[in-house]
């Protein structure tokens, strides 16, 4: 991604807002083009200004976050949406994903998770919090799930590799938006909260194995 990462934030309350919109500020790596104070406006100003990445907040009066994310997606518009919350439960997490949004940030985040999960997000990686990632992966254990499927063997081993979640779905021949939904079913197996753990944890327990040991001698 070439420029700045254009950035729309969305929250009920001005003052976060405000907060947000200065800490971007200060980071030339980004630009806040817009901001809106509920779901319908957050879809109005995304169609209009077409940002890179789209800041959620979940409870809001009229529409909410996990409506506006659903719209979002379905016009096909292309943003990404990061949600940003102070709600962690699973009543608030699992529809949130389940309607498209690209990952999930708390509102008590350091800013370096902020301006991390940020860049990810604008380049369509899938970004959890770490409380969010222990509970999803609490959830997983608890239904009784097992290993990582051969499918999600296969976009682990392709992130591995430096593929992108475009490439990844082009590669396997699936939609990015299944990308994402298998990146996270890796996250909650593996109990972790990002790429570069996920492929280091894949590693750690053998589900991945250094290029140099299986590549044959010429």
């Not at 009920?12 to 817009?34: I, K, N, T, Y």
């Amino acid at each position: 991604m070439s420029g700045a990462i254009r950035l729309v934030i969305v929250d009920d309350h001005p003052v976060v807002r405000d907060g947000l919109s200065s800490m971007f500020a200060r980071d030339p790596e980004f630009e806040v083009v817009g901001e809106a104070a509920d779901g319908a406006e957050a879809v109005r100003v995304a169609e209009a200004l077409r940002p890179d990445v789209v800041l959620m907040d979940l409870r809001m009066p009229g529409m909410d976050g996990v409506s506006a994310t659903r719209e979002l997606v379905r016009r096909g518009s292309g943003v990404r949406v990061l949600v940003l919350t102070t709600y962690d439960t699973d009543s608030d997490v699992l529809p949130a994903i389940e309607a498209g949004a690209t990952g999930y940030l708390l509102k008590d985040a350091p800013r370096d998770e902020l301006l991390r999960g940020v860049r990810a997000a604008a380049r369509g990686e899938a970004v959890l919090a770490p409380t969010v990632a222990a509970r999803l992966m609490e959830r997983v254990r608890g239904s009784g799930a097992g290993p990582l499927s051969q499918r999600e063997l296969e976009v682990l081993q392709l992130v591995a590799a430096g593929a992108t979640n475009r490439e990844a779905a082009a590669k396997l021949f699936i939609t990015e938006a299944t990308i994402k939904s298998h990146m996270m079913n890796i996250y909650a197996k593996l109990g972790v909260s990002d790429r570069a753990s996920a492929v280091t944890e894949g590693f750690n327990r053998g589900l991945l194995v250094p290029r140099t040991q299986t590549e044959q001698p010429r």
